[in-house]
C-alpha cells in the first residue's frame, strides 16, 4: 500500500496528465472525432481509479477485514450480478416486445390498413387493381418493416424461428383482407442449382400470387417446385452441356418454326439470314456488323414507330443508328405487315425478340457464367412455350448436341468462358428457310 500522501501527489499528476492529453485531442477533434477522444478519456482514467481503488480496500483490509470483506461482497454482487440481471431483464422485454405477435401488429400498424394502402396502390399503379399485386405489395412491405425493426435478431435467427414471425403477419392479414383464403409456402428457383422458400397466397377468385420471402433453400426435389420451375430444371439438365451459342441456336430453330407455320405465306428468308449470322461471330454475340443488326428483324422496333408516324427518316437515326438501309426497311416492313401492330406483347414479338433481349442482358451482366446459364434456359423455355401453346412441335434437341462441351462445375472459372459460349458456329444447315 501506498502513503495517502504519494497517493494523493500521484493520483493529482496523472489526472493532470489525462487532461492535457484530453485537451489536446479536443482541440484535433475534426480529426479523431469527438467518439474516439471519448474512449480515449475513459481508458486514461480507469486507471487512476484503479489506483486510488486498491489503496484505500489496502487500508480498509489492513484496519477491518470483516468491513472490507463486506463491501468486496457487495461490489462482486453489483459488477458480477448487475450485468446478470440486466441481460436476463433485457431479453425478457425484447420476447415480450418483439414477440411475433406483437411484432405482427407493429409491422401492420406501421403499414396501415390495408383499404387506404390499397386505394394508394391503385393511385400510383392503374389498371392493377384486379391482379392481387396491391395484396402482394401490402404483405411484402410488412415483412420488411419486422425483418427492418428486429435487424440481426431477424436475421440470426433460425428458419424455425422465421417461420413464427411469418404466420403471425399472415394470421393478421387473413383477418385485414378478407378475399384470402390461405397461404402455403413453395420452394422457387432463384438460378439453375439455386431455390428460395416463398409463400403462395390464394384467393377468392381463385388466383394465387407468390409473396417473396428470399430464405435461401440449401437442399431441393423436383416435386417440392412449382410447375414452371420443374420444367426449368429439367429444361436446365438437358441443355447442361451445351454451349450458350448451341442454345441460341435452338432458339433459332424455334423462331423459324413459329413463323413457317403462323404465316407461311411470307418469306422469312431476310429474318433467317441476320438471325444465323449471328451465330458466326468470333467475339461477342453484341457485335454486329453495320446493316445486319438483329434489332432489324424485331416488330416492335419497326412496327410501333411506323404505327405513332415515323417513317424510315426519322426511324433510322433514333433507332438503328443510321445502319439501315431503306430497302431493308421496306421489306423487313412487308413482312410484318398486317400482323403486327408493334406490340411488346404481341406473341410474335415476344418470340421474334427473345435473342435481342438475351443477347442484351449477356452483354450487360459481362458474359457472366452462372446469368448466361440461367438467362438461356429462360428464353428456351419461353420459346417452347409458345410453340406448344400454338401447336407446333420443337425441335429435335439432338441437332444441338454437337455444340457441346465438358460441364465440370456449376460455377466456371473465367479461363472456361470461351469453352462455355462456343462463339463463331456456322450452322446455317440447321436453318429450315436457309437450307432449301
Same mark, same amino acid.
Given at each position: 500500500?501506498?502513503?495517502?500522501?504519494?497517493?494523493?501527489?500521484?493520483?493529482?499528476?496523472? &489526472?493532470?496528465?489525462?487532461?492535457?492529453?484530453?485537451?489536446?485531442?479536443?482541440?484535433?477533434?475534426?480529426?479523431?472525432?469527438?467518439?474516439?477522444?471519448?474512449?480515449?478519456?475513459? $481508458?486514461?482514467?480507469?486507471?487512476?481509479?484503479?489506483?486510488?481503488?486498491?489503496?484505500?480496500?489496502?487500508?480498509?483490509?489492513?484496519?477491518?477485514?470483516?468491513?472490507?470483506?463486506?463491501?468486496?461482497?457487495?461490489?462482486?454482487?453489483?459488477?458480477?450480478?448487475?450485468?446478470?440481471?440486466?441481460?436476463?431483464?433485457?431479453?425478457?422485454?425484447?420476447?415480450?416486445?418483439?414477440?411475433?405477435?406483437?411484432?405482427?401488429?407493429?409491422?401492420?400498424?406501421?403499414?396501415?390498413?390495408?383499404?387506404?394502402?390499397?386505394?394508394?396502390?391503385?393511385?400510383?399503379?392503374?389498371?392493377?387493381?384486379?391482379?392481387?399485386?396491391?395484396?402482394?405489395?401490402?404483405?411484402?412491405?410488412?415483412?420488411?418493416?419486422?425483418?427492418?425493426?428486429?435487424?440481426?435478431?431477424?436475421?440470426?435467427?433460425?428458419?424455425?424461428?422465421?417461420?413464427?414471425?411469418?404466420?403471425?403477419?399472415?394470421?393478421?392479414?387473413?383477418?385485414?383482407?378478407?378475399?384470402?383464403?390461405?397461404?402455403?409456402?413453395?420452394?422457387?428457383?432463384?438460378?439453375?442449382?439455386?431455390?428460395?422458400?416463398?409463400?403462395?397466397?390464394?384467393?377468392?377468385?381463385?388466383?394465387?400470387?407468390?409473396?417473396?420471402?428470399?430464405?435461401?433453400?440449401?437442399?431441393?426435389?423436383?416435386?417440392?417446385?412449382?410447375?414452371?420451375?420443374?420444367?426449368?430444371?429439367?429444361?436446365?439438365?438437358?441443355?447442361?452441356? *451445351?454451349?450458350?451459342?448451341?442454345?441460341?441456336?435452338?432458339?433459332?430453330?424455334?423462331?423459324? %418454326?413459329?413463323?413457317?407455320?403462323?404465316?407461311?405465306?411470307?418469306?422469312?428468308?431476310?429474318?433467317? &439470314?441476320?438471325?444465323?449470322?449471328?451465330?458466326?461471330?468470333?467475339?461477342?454475340?453484341?457485335?454486329?456488323?453495320?446493316?445486319?443488326?438483329? %434489332?432489324?428483324?424485331?416488330?416492335?422496333?419497326?412496327?410501333?414507330?411506323?404505327?405513332?408516324?415515323?417513317?424510315?427518316?426519322?426511324?433510322?437515326?433514333?433507332?438503328?443508328?443510321?445502319?439501315?438501309?431503306?430497302?431493308?426497311?421496306?421489306?423487313?416492313?412487308?413482312?410484318?405487315?398486317?400482323?403486327?401492330?408493334?406490340?411488346?406483347?404481341?406473341?410474335?414479338?415476344? *418470340?421474334?425478340?427473345?435473342?435481342?433481349?438475351?443477347?442484351?442482358? $449477356?452483354?450487360?451482366?459481362?458474359?457472366?457464367?452462372?446469368?448466361?446459364?440461367?438467362?438461356?434456359?429462360?428464353?428456351?423455355?419461353?420459346?417452347?412455350?409458345?410453340?406448344?401453346?400454338?401447336? &407446333?412441335?420443337?425441335?429435335?434437341?439432338?441437332?444441338?448436341?454437337?455444340?457441346?462441351?465438358?460441364?465440370?462445375?456449376?460455377?466456371?472459372?473465367?479461363?472456361?468462358?470461351?469453352?462455355?459460349?462456343?462463339?463463331?458456329?456456322?450452322?446455317?444447315?440447321?436453318?429450315?428457310?436457309?437450307?432449301?
Amino acid at each position: 500500500m501506498v502513503s495517502w500522501g504519494w497517493t494523493i501527489i500521484i493520483s493529482l499528476v496523472w &489526472i493532470v496528465l489525462v487532461y492535457l492529453v484530453f485537451l489536446f485531442l479536443l482541440s484535433r477533434k475534426n480529426k479523431y472525432g469527438l467518439g474516439v477522444i471519448f474512449i480515449f478519456y475513459m $481508458v486514461m482514467i480507469i486507471p487512476v481509479i484503479i489506483f486510488v481503488f486498491t489503496n484505500i480496500m489496502c487500508w480498509v483490509n489492513r484496519e477491518n477485514k470483516t468491513v472490507y470483506w463486506v463491501i468486496m461482497g457487495i461490489l462482486s454482487g453489483v459488477f458480477i450480478g448487475g450485468p446478470i440481471l440486466y441481460f436476463a431483464g433485457r431479453c425478457l422485454f425484447l420476447l415480450i416486445m418483439y414477440s411475433p405477435k406483437h411484432m405482427a401488429a407493429y409491422a401492420r400498424k406501421k403499414a396501415g390498413s390495408f383499404h387506404y394502402y390499397h386505394k394508394r396502390w391503385t393511385t400510383i399503379h392503374r389498371g392493377y387493381a384486379d391482379t392481387h399485386e396491391a395484396e402482394q405489395a401490402y404483405i411484402e412491405e410488412q415483412l420488411r418493416i419486422t425483418e427492418k425493426k428486429l435487424g440481426n435478431m431477424y436475421r440470426l435467427r433460425s428458419r424455425r424461428g422465421k417461420d413464427r414471425f411469418i404466420r403471425a403477419i399472415m394470421a393478421i392479414n387473413r383477418k385485414e383482407i378478407p378475399q384470402i383464403t390461405g397461404w402455403e409456402y413453395q420452394t422457387v428457383l432463384v438460378g439453375i442449382s439455386k431455390a428460395e422458400t416463398d409463400i403462395l397466397v390464394s384467393f377468392r377468385d381463385g388466383k394465387s400470387i407468390p409473396v417473396h420471402l428470399h430464405l435461401p433453400k440449401k437442399s431441393f426435389t423436383q416435386e417440392e417446385l412449382m410447375e414452371g420451375d420443374r420444367k426449368k430444371l429439367a429444361l436446365a439438365e438437358q441443355f447442361r452441356n *451445351i454451349t450458350m451459342t448451341g442454345r441460341l441456336i435452338y432458339i433459332f430453330m424455334c423462331i423459324e %418454326r413459329y413463323l413457317i407455320a403462323m404465316y407461311p405465306d411470307r418469306d422469312w428468308t431476310p429474318v433467317a &439470314i441476320r438471325m444465323w449470322n449471328r451465330t458466326k461471330e468470333q467475339g461477342r454475340w453484341s457485335e454486329g456488323t453495320p446493316g445486319d443488326l438483329y %434489332r432489324e428483324i424485331v416488330p416492335e422496333r419497326i412496327m410501333r414507330f411506323y404505327k405513332h408516324g415515323y417513317g424510315y427518316e426519322k426511324l433510322n437515326p433514333m433507332v438503328f443508328g443510321e445502319k439501315l438501309s431503306q430497302e431493308d426497311y421496306t421489306l423487313i416492313r412487308g413482312l410484318y405487315e398486317g400482323i403486327s401492330k408493334g406490340d411488346p406483347n404481341e406473341e410474335i414479338n415476344r *418470340i421474334v425478340g427473345l435473342p435481342e433481349k438475351l443477347i442484351y442482358m $449477356v452483354n450487360l451482366r459481362q458474359y457472366s457464367f452462372s446469368f448466361s446459364d440461367q438467362m438461356t434456359v429462360e428464353s428456351i423455355l419461353k420459346a417452347e412455350e409458345i410453340l406448344k401453346n400454338n401447336g &407446333i412441335e420443337p425441335p429435335d434437341y439432338s441437332s444441338v448436341e454437337r455444340f457441346s462441351y465438358e460441364r465440370t462445375s456449376d460455377e466456371m472459372p473465367d479461363k472456361d468462358r470461351e469453352l462455355f459460349f462456343g462463339f463463331g458456329v456456322n450452322a446455317d444447315e440447321l436453318s429450315i428457310l436457309l437450307d432449301k
